[in-house]
Nanobody
Framework: QVQLVESGGGLVQPGGSLRLSCTVS????????MAWYRQAPGKQRELVAV???????TYADFVQGRFAISRDNAKNTVYLQIDTLKPEDTAVYYC???????WGQGTQVTVSS
């Protein structure tokens, strides 16, 4: 059983920044693409960003340069840097490992003054 554990969420003021982390158990991390999704209250879960096992990143259109996904294969960890946070970024953020198809439990990001 693969486990994904997210951290780094919290309450932040508009314009602030956060870095989310997701650590994957076992030894499979470096072989698979990783993704971050988010789900706002009352909305469907949506894709935020994907990073290949080689480090190539793609982003959803709404990201507009404010998000950056990265990975450290030595630490089995994927990151999501979010800058210039907006209230509409409020959501639970989930990491996902493609292929084995496992999800993390999610980390809450709340943007409010």
């Amino acid at each position: 059983q693969v486990q994904l554990v997210e951290s780094g969420g919290g309450l932040v003021q508009p314009g602030g920044s956060l870095r989310l982390s997701c650590t994957v158990s076992g030894s499979i991390f470096r072989f698979y693409p990783m993704a971050w999704y988010r789900q706002a209250p009352g909305k469907q879960r949506e894709l935020v960003a994907v990073i290949s096992n080689g480090g190539d990143a793609t982003y959803a259109d709404f990201v507009q340069g404010r998000f950056a996904i990265s990975r450290d294969n030595a630490k089995n960890t994927v990151y999501l840097q979010i800058d210039t946070l907006k209230p509409e970024d409020t959501a639970v953020y989930y990491c996902y490992i493609q292929g084995p198809n496992f999800w993390g439990q999610g980390t809450q990001v709340t943007v409010s003054s």
